[in-house]
């Protein structure tokens, strides 16, 4: 907790330059000229967010507080229109200039949205009001959150798919979507018998599932810039538009369809979702579910609140439910309103958010330097998980918030899975509390923090940090790199403290006597410390390059390197040669590449790369490997109940075979437990061996009983 003069001073700089920005949350504007202002400012506010949430993939604030920032927009200019006309608001365009574009047959919409219960009655009396009671049957699909997409059909052959754009013109992204195994390039044969469409333009929505999302920052992240993501919808949207297609196949997206623009000929169109549903899983593509029908408005609300529970259990991330009118004669006699059409409304779930005391802000060093807040408070039950820590994002959310000693705030879970700091309630606050500052010196090294990016980041430049030292044997220690057994975090960081460790390239000179006299470590953790690390000497090349923790570089890349240079210390020289940069620049990207050259050309750590790789013995583990499972690569999906995926890679490793996180060409069995994710799908397609449970384990007791026994499972 920093609590110096010197900090409070650049608190208060910090809180002026807010002030002078009308950045404070819980401001209000009163005068006409405060309302034109504030209008200006949420303008801009809403404008910066769509940019980071759209373009860049990576929002700085969660769902609620964007929409929180919306509605106030939309209810000053229903207070003061002479500074805009709240009709007006168009959609994002999420066109990037890096796409060519092409143009909808017929435009894509946006929705109306509502997030109470009251929204949702109220839409329904409208819909009753202008279609009659008697056309009112209505379809609750969930609405699913990736990115919106039309996918064009001629004569059941998908020639192309555009995202919506600005909603009149979208970039084409026909060659990354050509990646999704669920977007059928080829259309099947309605089994009833009608004719296949000359042109449709099938609406859908492009996203990941919780399991694929789980496994990347599992893996992925590591690369080292972007640390983890904090949402699936950024994934998909980096995914579908990312510059090389590679990125998209290397990560499963899915899609769905829940609606229609162009249909031709018109007189073949459905005539209700229902029958659009029926009609389109027929072709062989998916749609939103679980879906229910809603006849009244009891029935409406019902079926929605369900749908919120429901939810919970869902494989992949939805923010709300679309409720929309099932009749499409109905919907026409309806027409458009403002948001969108006047037949259909999004209801969106609130946060799951819970208040609690906040407590202290640590800062925390990453192994690039970067220094975060996160904020500790008394635990408190957030969308079914017990929290005690959560992110507040960057130095610029952690100034916005303003936050003092002993504050009330409100902890969210985004995306229900890494809680956050969404909110603080500064009238409850004790008086004469001490406000939390922005550090200036690192907090484990001391070292002045250099501020970046218009005080958005604070880094810590010093080599030696301790905490930078810690993450990043950390990284080098980790499953995804050496996968060194028995280096938690506790010994690095004891490790790091004795001054035994300074980067990851000392690990391969520790004596047991060393782990003994540092304390912590009895003889035989010593002793046993010291072999796992032995034994990781003969890992793959790429796990080491990995292993380093260049900024973008992760399991991918690290592999396409080791490829390009099975002999890595070749990079220390060939990293300056034009013709090897151009090479690198075209099998892993001009950004990378660029990265890879960058840390390369630093002295200190091509000082660590010789010493480290010096260490290495080239030789890769599946070659060494002997035994019954030897040449097998297991995956597993989905939970299982008899043991942890650690003790089934263990057995897996024990008899010779190989695991790995994700299915690829290698793969020979993929090992399915309870709700398998998207690896399922990859493995059938791919035609691997799939093992339920009772298999493998019949599997691994052949394979202990006799080397003969793999061929039947
Ligand atoms: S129906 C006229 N159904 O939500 C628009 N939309 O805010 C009709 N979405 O842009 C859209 N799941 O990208 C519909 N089951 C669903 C949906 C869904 C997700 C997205 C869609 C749309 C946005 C509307």
């Known amino acids: 907790m920093a609590r110096a003069t010197s900090l409070r001073v650049v608190f208060c700089l910090f809180a002026s330059w807010l002030l002078?920005?009308?950045?404070?949350?819980?401001?209000?504007?009163?005068?006409?000229?405060?309302?034109?202002?504030?209008?200006?400012?949420?303008?801009?506010?809403?404008?910066?967010?769509?940019?980071?949430?759209?373009?860049?993939?990576?929002p700085e604030i969660g769902d609620a507080e964007y929409d929180a920032l919306k509605r106030e927009l939309h209810a000053l200019l229903a207070a003061y229109p002479e500074f805009g006309d709240r009709e007006r608001t168009p959609v994002f365009d999420d066109r990037d200039g890096r796409f060519a574009t092409a143009r909808h047959a017929v435009p894509m919409r946006s929705l109306a949205k509502t997030y109470e219960e009251e929204g949702l009655r109220r839409f329904h009396r409208a819909v009753v009001e202008r279609a009659g009671r008697a056309n009112v049957r209505f379809v609750v699909e969930p609405k699913m959150d990736g990115i919106a997409i039309s996918a064009v059909y001629e004569h059941g052959r998908l020639v192309r798919v555009v995202t919506r754009g600005n909603g009149e013109e979208g970039d084409d992204v026909t060659r990354n979507a050509s990646a999704i195994a669920s977007l059928r390039a080829e259309l099947r044969a309605d089994f009833g018998g009608s004719a296949m469409p000359e042109r449709i333009e099938l609406r859908g929505e492009v996203f990941m599932d919780w399991a694929e999302f789980e496994r990347i920052n599992r893996t992925e992240a590591r690369e080292g810039t972007a640390g983890t993501f904090a949402h699936p919808r950024n994934l998909a949207v980096g995914s579908l538009k990312a510059s090389d297609d590679s990125t998209t196949r290397e990560r499963t997206l899915d899609v769905v369809f829940f609606g229609w623009g162009e249909w031709t000929p018109q007189d073949s169109a459905p005539a209700t979702q229902d029958e659009f549903r029926n009609r389109v899983r027929a072709w062989g593509l998916p749609v939103p579910e679980p879906i229910v029908f809603a006849e009244d408005e009891d029935g409406l609300v019902r079926a929605v609140l369900q749908a919120g529970e429901v939810r919970r259990g869902l494989a992949f991330?939805?923010?709300?439910?679309?409720?929309?009118?099932?009749?499409?004669d109905a919907r026409e006699t309806l027409g458009e309103g403002s948001e969108g059409p006047r037949w259909a409304v999004a209801y969106k779930f609130p946060a799951d958010e819970a208040a609690t005391t906040l407590r202290d802000v640590r800062w925390q060093v990453g192994r690039s330097g970067a220094v975060t807040p996160v904020a500790e408070f008394d635990p408190v039950v957030v969308a079914g998980a017990n929290v005690a820590r959560a992110s507040l994002y960057n130095p610029a959310w952690f100034a916005r918030l303003g936050l003092h000693v002993g504050d009330t705030i409100r902890v969210a879970r985004a995306g229900e899975i890494i809680p956050v700091v969404v909110g603080v309630d500064a009238s409850r606050r004790l008086p004469g509390a001490d406000a939390f500052t922005v550090p200036t010196a690192c907090p484990s090294c001391a070292a002045v923090l250099s501020n970046t990016m218009g005080g958005n980041a604070i880094r810590c430049v010093a080599r030696a940090c301790p905490a930078r030292v810690a993450r990043s044997v950390e990284h080098f220690a980790s499953d995804a790199c050496l996968d060194i057994d028995g280096l938690g975090t506790a010994t690095i960081e004891r490790l790091v403290s004795a001054g035994l460790v300074r980067s990851p390239a000392d690990l391969y000179a520790l004596r047991i006597e060393d782990l003994e006299t540092m304390g912590g470590l009895g003889a035989n953790a010593a002793r046993a410390l010291v072999l796992s690390i032995e034994r990781t000497r003969s890992a793959e090349a790429w796990r080491w390059l990995q292993g380093l923790g260049i900024p973008r570089v992760g399991?991918?890349?690290?592999?396409?390197?080791a490829t390009l240079f099975p002999e890595p210390t070749e990079l220390l020289h060939a990293i300056t040669d034009e013709a090897v940069g151009a090479v690198l620049g075209s099998q892993l990207g001009a950004a990378t590449a660029i990265e890879v050259r960058a840390w390369f050309e630093?002295?200190?750590?091509?000082?660590?790369?010789?010493?480290?790789?010096?260490?290495?013995?080239?030789?890769p583990s599946?070659?060494?490997?002997?035994?019954?499972?030897?040449?097998?690569?297991?995956?597993?999906?989905?939970?299982?109940?008899?043991?942890?995926r650690k003790e089934a890679s263990a057995r897996v490793k024990a008899l010779g075979g190989e695991t790995s996180g994700e299915v690829s060409r290698r793969t020979s069995h993929l090992v399915v437990g309870a709700r398998p994710g998207a690896s399922l799908r990859k493995a059938e397609s791919l035609g691997m061996t799939i093992l339920d449970e009772a298999a493998f384990e019949r599997l691994l007791e052949a394979a202990s009983t006799s080397a003969t026994a793999l061929d039947a499972p």
Not at 602 to 619: H, I, K, S, T
């Open 20 to 58: 002078v920005c009308g950045l404070r949350a819980e401001e209000t504007a009163t005068t006409k000229r405060e309302g034109e202002s504030r209008i200006e400012f949420l303008r801009t506010e809403i404008a910066r967010h769509d940019e980071l949430y759209h373009r860049h993939a990576s």
């Open 317 to 328: 991330p939805t923010d709300g439910v679309v409720v929309k009118l099932d009749r499409v």
């Open 555 to 561: 399991a991918t890349n690290a592999r396409r390197l």
């Open 602 to 619: 630093d002295a200190e750590n091509r000082e660590v790369f010789e010493r480290l790789f010096a260490q290495r013995m080239g030789r």
């Open 622 to 644: 599946s070659e060494v490997s002997d035994g019954p499972l030897a040449g097998l690569v297991f995956v597993f999906s989905g939970q299982l109940a008899g043991a942890t």
